[in-house]
């Protein structure tokens, strides 16, 4: 396996307590897997995908164990994950378009960032390049100013620096939301091919966009109130999921050439809880069709088939009995 996260608690500090952002999330990611995470805004995709690399503050490490190509991530302590970032785990941030530095020009401000993890620019210039190459980039951009690129040209950059030390797991946060139709699909399959040609191992893509993770991604898990809910391949999460909130999820998307006059698009009834005070047992009773007496218990993520994962006492039951 090339990723394991055992029982990870991440809350987030406030004047009213702790809200239980991410609470007790177990699963593992497989080398060479790209994994898209989806679920409701709010319901702790980021906040998990940024545990990972990076705790800052109001985040406060609870519990867990993260294992990376069997070495333990030491996620609760930020000085001592220097030495991981960008060479063994690295991240495409959400609003990358604001990541890089204004007042820098590219070229200087890639040279300043391999620096500060003692990798000479020289030395890395034609794998740069070449980098360059592959996201359909010119070299002059390193000369250029990131005010001087587009919003597409700016993801894409941001892209190659955060590969470029080929890190072992990459996290791509949102990476498609500011950018028009064809940029997010041309993003997309830039990511599938940087997987392919091995500028990094494995792949954790958070979005809330499932249509895009349908084009890119080998197995989806889904997330509801902080918690984990199902995961499973692409496919299964597309056309059979199992978890009453996945189920719900997917069949509140549009599909092509199905129109409004022939089925309406339904949503979710209710809201998700708050995590400041979040409700006992799971956390989705409240807004679930099937929801039971046993629902007031936890739900374990449980493997009711090989790599399918659910948190639902009636179905992981049903499957249990069938």
């Not at 390049?129 to 919003?151: N, T």
């Not at 940029?183 to 954790?204: D, G, H, P, T, Y």
């Not at 039971?292 to 992981?316: S, Y």
């Amino acid at each position: 396996m090339s990723l394991q996260v055992d029982n990870l608690r991440v809350y987030y500090q406030t004047l009213r307590g702790d809200v239980k952002a991410l609470d007790g999330a177990t699963f593992t990611l497989a080398d060479g897997e790209i994994m898209g995470l989806a679920g409701e805004s709010g319901c702790g995709k980021t906040t998990l995908g940024h545990s990972l690399i990076r705790l800052a503050l109001p985040m406060r490490f609870i519990e867990g164990r993260v294992t990376l190509d069997g070495e333990e991530l030491p996620i609760w302590d930020t000085e001592k994950m220097n030495d991981f970032r960008f060479k063994k785990i690295s991240i495409i941030p959400q609003y990358a378009m604001n990541a890089m530095n204004p007042t820098r020009k590219i070229g200087r401000m890639t040279a300043e960032l391999l620096g500060s993890r003692k990798v000479d620019f020289k030395d890395i210039l034609p794998e740069l390049k070449r980098r360059l190459d592959l996201v359909k980039l010119s070299h002059d951009v390193l000369d250029m100013y990131p005010i001087e690129l587009s919003g597409g040209m700016k993801q894409r950059m941001v892209m190659v620096l955060s590969t470029l030390l080929d890190p072992s797991l990459l996290i791509a946060d949102e990476i498609t939301s500011a950018l028009d139709v064809s940029s997010q699909k041309a993003v997309a399959e830039m990511l599938v091919e940087f997987r392919n040609r091995k500028c990094c191992n494995s792949a954790i893509v958070i979005t809330h966009d499932i249509s895009i993770l349908y084009q890119i991604a080998d197995s989806i898990m889904v997330m509801y109130a902080g918690q984990l809910a199902e995961k499973a391949s692409t496919e299964t999460i597309i056309h059979a999921p199992r978890h009453p909130y996945t189920k719900l999820l997917i069949s509140s998307l549009p599909e092509v050439g199905v129109k409004y006059t022939e089925r309406r698009l339904t949503g979710i009834p209710g809201n998700p809880p708050l995590l400041l005070d979040p409700p006992v047992g799971c956390r989705f009773r409240e807004r679930c069709p099937i929801a039971f007496e046993k629902c007031i218990e936890i739900p374990p993520f449980v493997e009711i088939e090989p790599g399918h994962f659910i948190a639902c006492w009636k179905e992981a039951g049903t499957h249990a009995q069938a």
